[in-house]
């Protein structure tokens, strides 16, 4: 069974020098291409990952970088935190099986009971600048849903909502109890592929997506 973790990060992290720069307001994806792209049926792999979130402002509530929050270093991302507690219960509720597309490509469903509902029809080819919307569910037990905002992501799970945004200041981390973590856009380079994120790999039968930042990190397998 291909995972998109076996695809996307190890290649991804080789091709750190080629990604382009940063847009304000915008989170980074990376297109890897098709591998053997000169084969119909090919693997292609996506990466998007958080770069700099939330809007600078001024107030007391802002640290001294004037991002909102408590100032965090990349350690905080590679240890315990809110996103990766989200993103690993998300993970590891969703369902181990493959499933497959229905007609509209808009849900996907395994034989065990794992479904996959998708705000609008998934496209054959997924762009770097795909707007994910999905959510997802086991046997009738909700998981969460995964949103593409337009400066980030919002994970939401039964443990409430976390939110990852960024622009050219730096990212801010909003946790399910409010709490907010920041780090400036010079630092979270530093770490580029520990940030918050949504990878997949597909080719013309297959979809596979994942969360960047999890201990569970597979979220579907599906067949078109």
């Not at 969703?94 to 499933?99: E, F, L, V, Y």
Request: hydrophobic share 35%.
């Amino acid at each position: 069974m291909l995972h998109s973790t076996d695809y996307i990060l190890t290649p991804a992290i080789s091709h750190q020098s080629t990604l382009p720069p940063p847009e304000p307001n915008a989170y980074a994806c990376s297109m890897l291409g098709r591998i053997a792209s000169h084969r119909p049926l090919a693997l292609r792999v996506g990466l998007c990952l958080l770069l700099v979130l939330a809007a600078t402002g001024c107030g007391s509530d802002d640290n001294d970088d004037g991002l909102p929050g408590d100032p965090i270093t990349c350690e905080w991302f590679t240890g315990a935190n809110c996103w990766r507690a989200t993103a690993t219960e998300f993970g590891a509720c969703a369902s181990d099986s493959q499933g497959a597309f229905d007609a509209s490509a808009t849900s996907c469903t395994s034989e065990d009971g794992g479904q996959v509902s998708f705000d609008s029809p998934v496209p054959a080819e997924i762009d770097a600048d795909y707007p994910w919307d999905f959510t997802v569910a086991n046997n009738g037990t909700p998981c969460g849903r995964f949103q593409s905002t337009g400066d980030g992501f919002v994970l939401t799970t039964p443990s409430g909502d976390v939110r990852a945004a960024a622009n050219i200041a730096g990212e801010v981390i909003t946790c399910p109890d409010g709490s907010k973590y920041s780090i400036p856009m010079s630092d979270a380079f530093e770490c580029l592929f520990d940030l918050p994120g949504i990878g997949w790999s597909e080719s013309s039968s297959t979809l596979s997506v994942n969360l960047v930042g999890g201990d569970d990190n597979s979220i579907f397998e599906c067949t078109r």
